[in-house]
């Protein structure tokens, strides 16, 4: 396998940190962004630092990244709805859409962004979706922080939702497929991170379990995940984009039925 470049956001723990490995261990060169610990190190909340972090990619993979994968996001347990909707949804967005200019520079590019089954447990008419669609961060930040998104997990559903729906919207794209750039995103169930602990402690596990039930194989593993976004990024994707895959064990088809449209 040919080595390629890779710019991972979120790669500092959880996720991105398995993914890192992965990619690594295959032999591939890793440009990693998170707060710290990185190549690239930056607050992606802020408009001006995605800047500074798309710059920085750029120079330092002189202007060509082979794959993109968009793992950084802020958990629904933090309380604080405001950096939950800037990180993951416009966060996400604005590195994908700076970062594809040097993708379409390279040959086989890939993109992927991580979004979550959460995304299944609201709808795109949520005033929090809707602003991000409309690309209006400070619209969707303001509806985030009101009384129906003021513990965090439902504005972590939303920009959850909204990511998922952009990926299909831009996935199609002349200058996304148009230009030979995959583009999907990959949805966990429960996976054991970081960013689940608060999820997963004995005090609440059983509950959490039960109102995310993933019947093959239960809680995930980050390898579980890290393995298909290395797949999707991968040369050996040849035609999947678009596509929104979970990696729930189950959920999505115990929660959705036969629903598949």
């Known amino acids: 396998m040919s080595s390629r470049t890779y710019a991972i956001t979120g790669s500092a723990s959880g996720l991105g940190a398995e993914t890192r490995r992965l990619l690594l261990q295959q ?9 710290r610990d990185a190549e690239v190190c930056v607050d992606l909340a802020d408009a001006a630092d995605r800047r500074r972090a798309i710059d920085r990619v750029e120079e330092l993979s002189a202007g060509r990244v082979n794959a993109v994968i968009a793992c950084a996001g802020i958990s629904g347990g933090t309380g604080r709805p ?62 985030a922080v009101t009384a129906d998104h003021n513990l965090g997990t439902a504005a972590y559903a939303a920009s959850k939702r909204a990511l998922s729906i952009w990926t299909r919207r831009r996935a199609p794209a002349a200058d996304w497929a148009g230009a030979g750039i995959a583009l999907n995103a990959v949805g966990p169930g429960l996976i054991a991170t970081p960013m689940t602990e608060y999820l997963l402690a004995p005090e609440r596990r059983a509950q959490t379990e039960a109102d995310v039930p993933m019947p093959f194989g239960g809680v995930g593993e980050p390898r579980h995940v890290a393995s ?4 999707l990024t991968s040369i050996d994707n040849g035609r999947v984009t678009g596509q929104v895959i979970f990696v729930d064990g189950g959920y999505d088809v115990l929660h959705r039925g036969e629903d598949i449209w």
């Open 228 to 231: 298909l976004l290395a797949w």
């Open 27 to 35: 032999g591939h060169r890793v440009i990693g962004i998170d707060l």
């Open 82 to 143: 405001e950096p939950i909707v800037r990180v993951n949804y416009f966060g996400t967005i604005d590195i994908l859409e700076g970062l594809r200019p040097l993708l379409a520079r390279s040959s086989e590019p890939r993109a992927v962004a991580v979004t979550s089954v959460a995304t299944l447990t609201t709808g795109s008419d949520d005033p929090v979706v809707r602003a991000c669609l409309d690309g209006d961060e400070e619209r969707a930040v303001a509806a």
